[in-house]
């Protein structure tokens, strides 16, 4: 828990990095789309392949990537039993007390699972190239027709960027008061519910504590200097280059592809 | 509580769904009894409103898998759904109710949000996130016996929290002796 | 020795892009009932040091012995430690959390085999060595005080344990003139006791007033180990670092640069008032 990098961004220089936030989200979305509705073999070939080559040419580790899928391992296997073995359907291959092993069941069990797989390697894909402002300042330049509909979406991102700023700086806090009780004779040990959450109260109280007192200063400043609302729009111009354009076509592409075979 | 305040309380509400599940995790089993990113989500739906606390509810746990990858990007919508409907819920309810008594403020808005975020939770992940998949029972059996421990140490640990903040005059009073 | 710390390193995040180092190859070793301090610029590795000593942190490479154990050992019972080694963090007043004075500084106690009655002698006993009257303050919460009475709750926190060594970090840090000065009195009564003290300080004020020894760190290393007189007397070396001398000793070397020689080992606040006015007594007497 000590020194926290940026999420799972990684700085680096690739093609995919330096296209516009904004094309990327929207081509991700497309490309989300295009997950759920794939059902057939080819087409999983089609979008695991597209998968494959955006890693690639972001210059993401391939260890990194699938690192995160490791870390999802049981949950895929859960899954993927839960459909194998409780999928109700007719045609039961083997049947025995509430479980119900069925073609269907497996079947399912396997799309469910390479879709969550996909999404991931997608989600990785944008993380890791964008940095969380990045994402942020995009979101607010998607959604800024919301306005119209009442929806303050300048004061929202705002929201998310102080967030994100403020996460390394609570983060170590937590370390320290954690650390300042355990030097005073804290133990976290109990296993009964009752002592538990009154241990708890020991790192929940002060951590609470300091993070509100940190907004409380943070108010007042940006109040003193004039501060009224995030709400003014920052217009930006955006950019169509080869990459982007490049990007587009390819994730409209797959998508239309998924929708007819 | 002006709404630069509300806002930057947000944003900070939001920071500790991020950072509190790292905190607990390095303690044993803490983690799915403690459910602390509910806590950040609950107080602020507490004490800065409705909206704030219904947007604490998405962006928490989506910063939090981004971040941390925790909880993973598949639990992540029935999250969204769940947290989302925590932070409304107690945000209207203490808008609304008011028995002159804190605590009987912060029990009944607490105990109708963490029931009605879980049923609406439970209701999308049936009709849309899992459709098909495992039986109700198994569902409805593992949510609710399983989350019961949380939900209590969450009833039990956040109105200490509010009366902590109060007391250290952090945000206003809610009722003046 | 009570404490030894022999070639401690300590590096975050190893073999990450986020590698930081934090101490390097330092060695120190501590008597019972000495008063260490500890001075250096920001991120010199001081906090880091005083952390391994409480066996918060483990070093990269190194050993720590306290009273002769090697305090990260397989076998070694931290717990047993905390009972040895307080630690008042900076800003301690952000750790309290408890509905009454009273039960914050008992905290600690919670997990010892201690009777009802020795835990309140405790309690009554660290509260009134930081200077509160105990009726008046132990039913109080904690959330409500000052600034200056919860850092001094806190610190009756650590007491409560009756440890045998003490670290502090930044004890002074954000205090008035008259808060410092009540510190320093508390803390030279707890080392008099002969509690072993080891303090982390941008004051050198406070420092020249209490420590007989000082540690100097800069840039993660441990480049000077001294006492107390011989340190503030190289103000060259000092400032090199960005530190600078106390006040008294400050105004020492003005008086000297217009021809008051004063002793050069005084630097305390007292000693050198009197050496002063002794100058310019006998000034006076020679004309």
Redesign the interface.
């Known amino acids: 828990m000590n020194r926290m990098p940026l999420g799972m961004y990684m700085p680096f220089e690739s093609v995919i990095h330096s296209i516009d936030a904004r094309v990327k989200l929207v081509c991700f979305l497309a490309l989300i789309v295009s997950v759920i509705i794939t059902d057939t073999l080819v087409g999983y070939i089609v979008i695991l392949s597209t998968a494959f080559v955006f890693i690639v040419l972001s210059r993401i580790p391939f260890k990194i990537a699938l690192s995160c899928l490791y870390r999802l391992r049981f949950f895929l296997i859960i899954i993927f039993v839960m459909n194998a073995l409780f999928f109700t359907s007719e045609n039961i291959l083997v049947s025995w007390w509430i479980f119900n092993i069925s073609k269907e069941g497996i079947l399912q069990g396997v799309h469910v699972v390479l879709r969550v797989v996909l999404v991931m390697l997608f989600s990785t894909c944008l993380t890791a190239t964008t940095s969380p402002v990045e994402l942020t300042k995009a979101l607010e330049s998607l959604f800024r027709p919301l306005r119209y509909v009442k929806i303050p979406v300048g004061q929202i991102c705002m929201i998310i960027s102080i967030a994100i700023q403020f996460i390394p700086v609570i983060s170590q806090e937590a370390l320290l008061i954690k650390q300042a009780q355990t030097a005073r004779g804290a133990r976290f040990e109990s296993r009964r519910l009752i002592e538990k959450a009154k241990e708890s109260l020991a790192l929940v109280i002060p951590i609470f504590l300091s993070a509100i007192r940190r907004a409380d200063e943070l108010a007042l400043a940006m109040e003193a200097r004039g501060y009224r609302s995030a709400n003014t729009p920052e217009k930006r111009s955006l950019k169509l280059s080869l990459r982007e354009y490049a990007g587009f076509v390819v994730s409209a592409a797959v998508c239309a592809l998924q929708i007819m075979i | 509580m002006t709404t630069t305040k509300k806002s930057v309380l947000t944003a900070v509400f939001i920071a500790l769904c991020v950072v509190l599940p790292m905190a607990f995790h390095s303690i044993q089993n803490a983690g799915s009894i403690f459910l602390p990113m509910h806590i950040p989500v609950l107080l602020c739906g507490l004490i800065c409103g409705w909206q704030y606390g219904f947007i604490t509810g998405i962006v928490g746990p989506v910063l939090s898998s981004l971040f941390t990858g925790m909880p993973p990007m598949a639990y992540l919508p029935s999250m969204i759904v769940e947290l989302s409907v925590y932070g409304l819920v107690t945000g209207l309810m203490m808008k609304f109710v008011h028995t002159k008594n804190l605590y009987a403020d912060l029990y009944i808005s607490l105990i109708s949000a963490l029931i009605t975020g879980r049923i609406v939770a439970g209701i999308a992940r049936a009709l849309i996130f899992a459709r098909g998949s495992y039986s109700m029972a198994a569902w409805a059996t593992s949510y609710f016996v399983t989350g019961l421990p949380g939900i209590i140490i969450q009833l039990a640990i956040i109105p200490t929290l509010i009366f902590a903040i109060q007391k250290a005059r952090l945000i206003p009073a809610r009722y003046t002796k | 020795m009570q404490l030894e710390l022999n070639n401690i390193s300590l590096t975050?995040?190893i073999s990450t892009?986020?590698e930081?180092k934090a101490l390097s190859d330092v060695s120190f070793s501590a008597k019972k009932g000495e008063f260490i301090a500890v001075m250096g610029q920001t991120g010199s590795g001081k906090s880091t040091l005083l952390?391994i000593i409480?066996g918060?942190e483990k070093p990269s490479s190194g050993t720590v012995f306290f009273n002769g154990e090697d305090i990260n050992a397989y076998s070694y019972n931290k717990?047993k430690l905390?009972?040895y080694v307080?630690?008042v963090?900076q800003n301690?007043e952000?750790?309290?959390?408890e509905s009454s004075v009273y039960k914050d500084v008992a905290?600690?106690?919670?997990?010892?085999e201690y009777t009802k009655d020795e835990k309140h002698r405790r309690v009554k006993n660290a509260l009134e060595t930081v200077g509160f009257e105990f009726d008046k303050i132990k039913d109080l919460?904690p959330?409500?005080l000052s600034g200056g009475e919860k850092r001094r709750v806190a610190i009756a926190?650590?007491l409560a344990?009756e440890p045998e060594l003490i670290l502090f970090d930044e004890p002074v840090a954000g205090l008035d003139p008259v808060g410092r000065n009540d510190f320093v009195n508390t803390v030279k009564k707890l080392n008099k006791a002969g509690i072993t003290i080891i303090m982390v300080s941008h004051n050198a004020d406070a420092i020249a007033e209490c420590a007989e020894r000082i540690l100097i760190f800069d840039n993660t290393k441990l480049i000077k180990d001294a006492p107390a007189a011989k340190v503030f007397a190289d103000s060259k070396t000092l400032k090199n670092i960005g530190l600078e001398v106390n006040g008294a000793k400050y105004l020492a070397d003005l008086l000297k640069k217009r021809g008051m020689c004063i002793d050069d080992k005084l630097y305390r606040y007292e000693e050198i008032v009197k050496a002063v006015a002794e100058k310019i007594k006998n000034a006076g007497v020679g004309k």
Request: proline share 6%; net charge positive.
């Open positions: 975050y995040a892009p986020y930081t952390k409480a918060l717990a905390r009972s307080g630690m963090f301690p952000y750790q309290l959390f905290f600690g106690l919670k997990h010892a919460s959330l409500a926190g650590v344990a």
